[in-house]
């Protein structure tokens, strides 16, 4: 069946075309919150400049309620806009609308065109210009008091590109999400209307099919590898991308895009360069970008894209040659990052080299993540009193005065014993640590510093303390979202002080053979080891049903063996004594063992 759709491709390409309502090569939808309730679409297109007869000035729009809307163009010269045209027979277009909705939900906004461009080959063989061009974007209100508001995320990089037969082919659609939300990647079939696929589509690699045809989306990047074509032509590809809030789905883009594959004897550039990089807000970003080319007479264009470039607190910048130039080619990014920078999600920036001056030009992308996080805060200090620990910490922290409110706050976090772990600069938090989060927001000053005091302390533990500062957007009704922890403190440790007695010898002076009770007395030392009556308290209900102190062997303790626990009931209470020697009456003699 696949070898015959082949035949037919080809022997579709090799005719002479006679098409005349050929128009839409690629496009997406963005959405932008503007209001409680209200939203505005840009419908971005690339369409095919030569076929005038199908240029859309107007198209329709509709927003998932029942409702519709005729959108005019909106770049480009002339009265109505023409739209701006590109290289290799190509127009760039937007047309853009807002809209209101009576109530919170999930919209779908959609755009139905009623013609591709013809000679797709892997869209309904061969007339594909027959196929409508479909694209939406699924859009969910967030609660504007609670939940903040929500954008889709930009494309930044052109949904069209060139490839040739036997080449590796990339692609990466740079999707940037101004809410922090996270964003994953999903190839779908493209579609012709609300639901509806188009006809008789193939994936790239079921054109001739075989181990040197492969294609993929990486989920997480957003990379398309496509190793490699096997059959000229013009085809079309569709993707998802999702945008995930706290667990959940609240917008997904589709982008349908198209992909020249010719049957050239050229070589793509490569671009060589790291693949990611951690870093603390307010320190520099800087390395190397090189473009290489096998082609000796080819030339190189260097570019790059991303939302580090276009960042409206301390934008990067790439310094690389604005015009062609032979192999090699290098530039140099840097960046000052700032706190406002400060994001769970890592900054995407690709770079993209192309080379040669004639049809068909390729490219090579290398994506690199860039992962910009909070400082730790500094000069953690712990001080132990009677019942509480009390932290202090350095203020200003650096990046308290945060544009928008973006600093929330610091969270306190405690364990039991020391956990002195090096600091990752790719894993802020403290989530699997052993670490307990005593407090989630705090601001508290005393005296020029931050503060917060631990009360729920027992004595005789070993308490371990870190700081986190915490980053968020925040919702109009003042309720934060996308919480960003920062690097945790330094550790800092504290015990209460130990005004205990230690009951260290037990000495039985008289028993009553009758009843087995005895006169004791047991030696006492304000030490280094020492027993908290209310633990041993707690150890004794557990074993013997009631609270009390015993020695010997704990039957219904198999846990404690040969633990030496004391029971009875001191003369003296333990606050009042004064001298080393503790009168103790009521212990049970029998089957005691003393040391």
């Not at 009576?102 to 065109?113: A, E, K, L, N, Q």
């Not at 967030?142 to 590796?168: E, M, R, S, W």
């Not at 013009?234 to 998802?240: E, P, R, V």
Request: glycine share 8%; with cysteine.
């Amino acid at each position: 069946m696949k070898h015959k759709l082949l035949l037919s491709l080809l022997v579709f390409l090799a005719a002479p075309s006679a098409l005349f309502a050929t128009h839409n090569r690629a496009g997406e939808i963005h959405i932008e919150q503007i209001g409680p309730l209200t939203i505005r679409a840009t419908i971005i297109t690339w369409t095919k400049a030569s076929s005038v007869n199908a240029d859309r000035d107007t198209l329709d729009i509709f927003w998932g309620d029942g409702i519709s809307q005729k959108v005019r163009r909106s770049n480009g010269n002339g009265n109505p806009p023409q739209g701006f045209p590109l290289a290799n027979d190509i127009k760039y277009n937007t047309y853009i609308a807002e809209h209101t909705y009576p109530g919170p939900d999930s919209f779908v906004i959609s755009m139905t065109d009623q013609n591709r461009i013809g000679g797709i080959i892997n869209v309904n063989p061969p007339a594909s210009d027959n196929v409508p061009f479909h694209i939406q974007t699924t859009y969910v209100f967030q609660d504007a008091q609670f939940g903040g508001t929500n954008h889709t995320p930009y494309l930044l990089q052109p949904p069209i590109d060139n490839a040739c037969v036997g080449k590796p082919y990339k692609h990466n659609p740079n999707a940037s999400d101004i809410d922090g939300d996270s964003l994953s990647y999903e190839l779908i079939v493209p579609m012709q209307g609300p639901g509806v696929n188009v006809p008789n589509y193939a994936f790239p690699n079921e054109i001739m099919p075989g181990i040197n045809n492969s294609f993929q989306l990486d989920p997480v990047s957003g990379d398309i590898l496509w190793q490699s074509p096997q059959v000229p032509g013009i085809y079309n590809i569709a993707f998802t991308i999702i945008s995930w809030r706290k667990g959940k789905i609240i917008d997904i883009t589709i982008r349908d895009m198209q992909i020249f594959v010719a049957a050239c004897d050229n070589n793509p550039p490569a671009v060589q360069t790291i693949d990611k990089i951690c870093v603390v807000a307010g320190n520099d970003v800087t390395f190397g970008v090189t473009a290489t080319d096998i082609d000796s007479t080819d030339v190189i264009l260097l570019t790059a894209l991303g939302a580090p470039l276009t960042s409206p607190f301390s934008p990067a910048t790439f310094m690389a040659p604005t015009e062609w130039k032979k192999s090699p080619v290098s530039g140099t990014f840097h960046w000052t990052t700032a706190c406002e920078h400060i994001s769970n999600q890592p900054y995407s920036v690709v770079f993209k080299a192309t080379d040669s001056l004639t049809t068909p030009q390729l490219a090579d992308l290398h994506t690199v993540s860039i992962k910009v996080v909070g400082p730790s805060p500094e000069d953690l200090q712990a001080d132990a009193a009677l019942g509480n620990i009390e932290l202090r910490w350095a203020k200003p922290y650096v990046c308290e005065g945060a544009a928008n409110n973006y600093f929330l706050g610091f969270s306190v976090w405690r364990r039991q014993g020391s956990n002195p772990f090096v600091l990752d600069t790719c894993d802020p938090g403290l989530e699997g640590k052993g670490y307990t989060q005593l407090t989630a927001i705090t601001k508290t000053v005393q005296n020029g510093r931050y503060y917060f005091k631990d009360t729920q302390v027992e004595r005789g533990f070993t308490y371990c303390y870190r700081v986190l500062a915490k980053f968020a957007r925040v919702s109009a009704g003042g309720y934060p979202y996308n919480i960003v922890e920062s690097l945790a403190s330094e550790e800092v440790c504290a015990q209460l002080p130990r005004d205990l007695p230690l009951i260290t010898n037990v000495s039985v002076e008289a028993t009553d053979v009758a009843t087995g009770r005895s006169e004791s007395h047991g030696q006492n030392q304000w030490g280094a080891i020492w027993i908290l009556s209310s633990i041993m308290a707690r150890i004794a209900t557990s074993c013997f049903g009631r609270p009390g102190l015993r020695a010997g062997f704990l039957p219904n303790c198999p846990a404690l063996p040969l633990s030496l626990i004391l029971f009875g009931r001191p003369t003296t209470p333990f606050m009042s004594l004064t001298k080393t020697s503790i009168p103790w009456t009521g212990l049970i003699a029998t089957k005691l063992i003393f040391t």
